[in-house]
């Protein structure tokens, strides 16, 4: 009798420790790259509420997609846009119920600190002057990046689509096509407004009007093989009081 009652309290014990181990592991967070800075905030946030530190991974939000159909393993799939959050949901990556849009951005021309720039962006705008002879427009690549995407949307309805499309420097992601402006191998790109508050070298010479792209979201949702409490509890806190207040600080729409 005392050694059944060992047995049992060795596997009571033993279910236990394993309940808290899971309670405390570590989340993974596939997030587009435009949410760099904001989802570290969010981190130590997290962190300071009591829980554990994330393991975040910035991509193209196609790159995190194609991921996850692939098997990688995430907790939270936070999108750049509906139609990459769509896929996944097609192919019953995400819990569907969990998905919420919670915030949104704006589109921007940006050009190097050095050589600001001032365009009135409305139809029949001209580039040619900005990007020069030979210069290249920076943006994410439309056939897969969102911000390229909403580029391409954008003008085209304001007629410098044709002009510009052979002009192109399409990069893997948003963060890229920054980059290029920022070392100066590229005069002008089209990025977020929230890029250029993460960077030190760039300057927006021009806002994009709302109604010439799709409306900019950011879906969030639980992916189905990384659905957990814990994943659940921290979908509440970034759409909570402190989480919006992070987002607003580092510039996201959050109405």
Request: net charge positive; glycine share 8%.
């Amino acid at each position: 009798m005392h050694r059944l009652i060992a047995c049992l309290l060795v596997l009571v014990f033993g279910l236990l420790a394993q309940s808290a181990t899971a309670q405390t592991q570590k989340m993974t967070v596939f997030a587009a790259a435009s949410l760099n800075e904001v989802m570290k905030a969010i981190d130590q946030a997290w962190m300071e509420a009591g829980h554990p530190s994330l393991r975040l991974s910035f991509a193209a939000s196609s790159t995190l997609a194609r991921q996850l159909d692939h098997g990688a393993t995430a907790n939270i799939f936070a999108s750049a846009d509906e139609v990459w959050m769509n896929w996944a949901a097609k192919r019953k990556l995400i819990n569907e119920k969990s998905r919420r849009d919670v915030v949104s951005n704006q589109l921007v021309l940006v050009v190097p600190k050095e050589h600001p720039a001032g365009i009135a962006i409305k139809p029949g705008f001209d580039l040619s002057g900005l990007l020069g002879p030979r210069g290249r427009l920076a943006i994410g690549d439309p056939a897969h990046v969102p911000a390229g995407r909403y580029a391409k949307q954008a003008l085209t309805k304001l007629g410098a689509w044709n002009f510009v499309r052979k002009r192109l420097a399409p990069s893997e992601n948003v963060r890229s096509a920054l980059f290029l402006v920022e070392r100066g191998e590229a005069p002008a790109g089209i990025v977020y407004k929230t890029d250029v508050s993460a960077s030190s070298r760039v300057v927006v010479a021009g806002t994009f009007p709302p109604d010439s792209h799709d409306p900019i979201a950011y879906p969030f949702a639980i992916t189905r093989a990384g659905d957990t409490p814990e994943a659940h509890a921290f979908m509440d806190f970034i759409t909570g009081s402190d989480g919006i207040g992070i987002f607003t600080r580092f510039g996201f729409i959050t109405e």
